[in-house]
Each structure stands twice: as C-alpha cells, then as structure tokens.
C-alpha cells in the first residue's frame, strides 16, 4: 500500500482531528522500509505525501476535502456540497434502538436462520414474540416461509438492513459468536436502552421488558 493511501485510510478512520506527529508514527515502520534515512526524512515524506492527497481531493471531482483542524487533519465535505449533504442527513431514517433482549434474539436468528420462534424461545429461556415484533418493525429481520411441521411456524431470518448494519458482505461472513458480542457492542453503542430492569428480562415477562425499555427510550 503506498503512503498516500496509508494516510488516506488512517486521516477516514479518525474520529477527531490527527496530527501530523500521530501520523507519523504510525507509518514510521513502512517509510523506513521504502528507504527513509533518519527521523526527519520520515516526517519529511510523510507531509509531502500529505500535502498532494490534499491536493488530491482539492479537485472538483471530490465532494470531500482534507482540512487542517485544530491541529490536525480531517476530512470533511466541501462548503459548495453542505446543501446536498443536509438534504441527505434529513432523509435518513432515525437511529435504531434496542432492548438488550432485541439484541439476544437477533444473535439467535442471525446464527440459527431461518428460525421459529419456539426454537429461539428454546435457546433464549424466555419468550421472545415481543421482541421479534420489535426487529420486525426495525426491519433487521423478515420472514422466510413456514417450517413444514406440526403447526407451521413463521420462520424468521436476517434482512439487508442487517448486513448494512454490520458492514457484512452476506451471513457467510458472520464472526464467532464472541466477534459478534464486540460488534454489537460498537455498531449499537449508545443505542441499547439503559434500563437496568430491561437487562433482566429473562427473569422478567417480555412484554413488560419491552414496555420498561421502551419508557426509558422516552425519558431520554
């Protein structure tokens, strides 16, 4: 990967403003390799490089630039793109919020698709109709047919609002179990319903943990 590209994916990736030191840094092994003489030359290449991305994503064919911003580096769209940009951010749709027991049933039925509500009602301990109406309406799961048994339950499985959501390509790419923990963790932090009764809920009847989550959803 060449340096301009190094610097390209670490300024995307950072949530705040990167300086050139921290940069540096964290490219110093690659620069070295390719040739770089001492310290200076390292920090030397890397604000040259810097400064033609820069000058890269100056062009009109970019909707984004990189900007210096106290102190560091960031991208950010152009002033001539803010219209469009605030148009978009109007479309959207608001943010997902989750029950810790939303969150259980959608692993279940990310791991075990297509699944009957009686085999993730199995698995989880607790009755999970409430919550499955839940991922419903948030569209991260749809139905896939009935199981061809006594009964004929609804089966359920994950949707493309769901691959979206976890960045996967398709269910094959799903992690382990103990991946998929941490992703959740990151893709809905902030989000779960910071209710401690909630967080009980298979102790506690489903539906009233829905109601309790989705009080506390209200009184922030």
């Known amino acids: 990967m060449s340096l301009k590209a190094q610097l390209e994916a670490i300024i995307y990736a950072a949530e705040t403003p990167i300086t050139l030191e921290q940069m540096t840094q964290l490219v110093k092994e690659s620069v070295v390799a390719a040739g770089a003489v001492d310290e200076a030359d390292v920090k030397s290449r890397v604000r040259s490089s810097l400064e033609d991305l820069a000058g890269e994503y100056g062009g009109p064919d970019h909707g984004i630039e990189i900007r210096q911003v106290a102190g560091g580096y960031r991208m950010s769209t152009k002033p001539e793109q ?4 605030r148009s978009f951010a109007k479309s959207l749709k608001p943010p997902i919020r989750l029950s ?5 049933t959608l692993a279940v039925i990310a ?3 297509p699944a009957t509500v009686p085999e993730i009602n199995e698995i ?11 991922l419903l309406d948030r569209k991260l799961i749809t139905t896939a ?3 061809q048994v006594i009964g004929r339950p609804i089966l359920y499985k994950t949707t493309k609002e769901f691959l979206m959501r976890f960045g996967l390509k398709d269910v094959n790419e799903l992690p382990s179990m103990e991946e998929f923990e941490k992703l959740v963790a990151e893709s809905f932090q902030g989000e779960l319903i910071p209710a401690e009764d909630a967080a009980q809920a ?5 539906a009233e943990a829905e109601e309790i989550a989705e009080s506390a959803a209200q009184k922030e």
Do not use: C, N, W
């Open 100 to 104: 810790l027991p939303a969150l259980e």
């Open 124 to 134: 989880r301990g607790v009755d999970s109709g409430g919550v499955i109406a839940t």
């Open 145 to 147: 047919g009935r199981k």
């Open 111 to 113: 791991y075990k698709q």
């Open 82 to 85: 803010h219209e469009m940009v």
């Open 202 to 206: 298979r102790e506690t009847d489903p």
